[in-house]
């Protein structure tokens, strides 16, 4: 017999991975280049020559059995050191090799951070505008995640709704800065804030608050954002991590846990993390990938063109009439549609060969998200059709 819950699920795909598919069976009709498709967070820029000449010459250099076979459970103990030290070396912070937890990137680290934190039944917060996937991360372990009420203004965090939330529950705090779908990054101000409410609900509630603080697009932020790394502002905070963005790796799986040191019992969090793998049935990502990015800690992509891609998207939207909160990073734009069902907007900028992503999963109905990692001339020339679109159907705007 089939499980049900997975058999219900079927019927509730990802809007994300529906419009993708529709883009690129448009593409085969029309060319995939007259297709301006804004709905897939697929990092567009080339991995650096560099970390691709650091795989030829580990393929022709090392052992391969170092490069293919298993690492040990928590990952391979030179990599771990060296990630602590780089991290220490940015943030100011004292990791070492056993508060790293090498996972396969960020959604690996998160699904070990959940289940270090809660069991059936307890509760973690989030903030809407969310990434619609933290329903089924979350809800799946027997936890149950709840979701803050978007603050449309600047989409900071909703703290007078956030404490009214909190409850004997509350084992975490679920964050992601910066942010997607928004592109917001929560400035020093607010996650001190959100530190110092964590800090008093837990005495009062007698058990630790975690942040898991989820940092995909840690590295893409745009000049003169301030951009906190959380993890310094609250000791009990589990950052989740991938290279999927800052190197464009996503096929490669490539990310970790690093829990604070000061955060109680934090050496045995990362042991547990070995445990909990077994349960999961996630253990020793790729060797060959863990090696890879050891040698290149402080090397990015060039991240350079999603900022140039935003400003451009952002000046035309302005130009348009359309509401909208500037990014302060990512590849993700999230204007208010010019209707106030943002689906049937979506609906209408297909005949446009236009896809975009209505916010409802996202929780904030209303709004539309634009992911613009595709090639800056691409980007010039889907504004003329976004053009057409906006003064073609709503003329009186």
Request: proline content about 6%; glycine content about 6%; hydrophobic content about 40%.
């Amino acid at each position: 017999m089939l499980v049900q819950q997975y058999v219900d699920m079927l019927g509730g795909k990802s809007v994300i991975r529906t419009l993708s598919e529709f883009a690129t069976a448009r593409g085969k009709e029309i060319g995939y280049e007259n297709v301006f498709d804004y709905s897939l967070g697929n990092p567009s820029v080339a991995v650096p020559q560099a970390f691709t000449d650091t795989c030829i010459r580990l393929l022709q250099t090392e052992s391969p059995m170092a490069l293919h076979g298993y690492s040990q459970s928590l990952g391979i103990p030179e990599v771990r050191a060296k990630l602590a030290d780089s991290l220490n070396k940015r943030f100011g912070m004292d990791y070492t090799g056993d508060h790293i937890f090498m996972t396969s990137a960020a959604a690996g680290a998160l699904a070990h951070a959940f289940r270090l934190v809660t069991v059936p039944g307890d509760e973690i917060i989030t903030f809407a505008p969310f990434f619609p996937e933290y329903m089924p991360y979350v809800n799946l372990t027997g936890a149950l995640l709840k979701v803050v009420p978007p603050n449309t203004e600047d989409f900071q965090i909703n703290f007078e709704a956030f404490e009214k939330m909190i409850g004997e529950k509350t084992m975490a705090v679920l964050v992601n800065s910066p942010n997607n779908p928004s592109g917001i990054v929560y400035s020093t101000a607010t996650i001190q804030r959100l530190a110092e409410i964590l800090k008093q609900k837990s005495k009062e509630l007698g058990h630790e608050i975690y942040i898991i603080s989820d940092e995909p697009y840690r590295e893409i932020t745009f000049a003169g954002v301030d951009a906190p790394y959380i993890s310094k502002y609250y000791d009990n905070t589990l950052s989740c991590y991938s290279y999927s963005k800052s190197l464009s790796l996503p096929g490669e799986r490539i990310g970790y846990l690093a829990i604070n040191p000061a955060c109680a019992d934090s050496k045995t969090m990362v042991q547990m993390c070995g445990q909990i793998s077994r349960g999961i049935g996630h253990n020793c990502p790729p060797s060959l990938m863990q090696l890879a990015i050891a040698e290149n800690l402080e090397l990015t992509a060039d991240l350079s063109v999603y900022e140039t891609n935003m400003n451009l998207i952002y000046d035309c939207l302005m130009e348009l009439g359309f509401t909208c909160v500037k990014p302060g990073g990512t590849f993700y734009i999230f204007p208010k549609a010019l209707e106030e069902d943002a689906k049937i907007f979506c609906e209408k900028a297909m005949k446009y060969d236009l896809v975009l992503v209505p916010a409802d999963s996202f929780g904030c109905p209303g709004y539309f998200r634009m992911a613009y990692c595709i090639e800056t001339e691409k980007v010039k020339r889907s504004l003329v059709a976004l053009r057409k679109f906006v003064e073609t159907e709503y003329p009186q705007r």
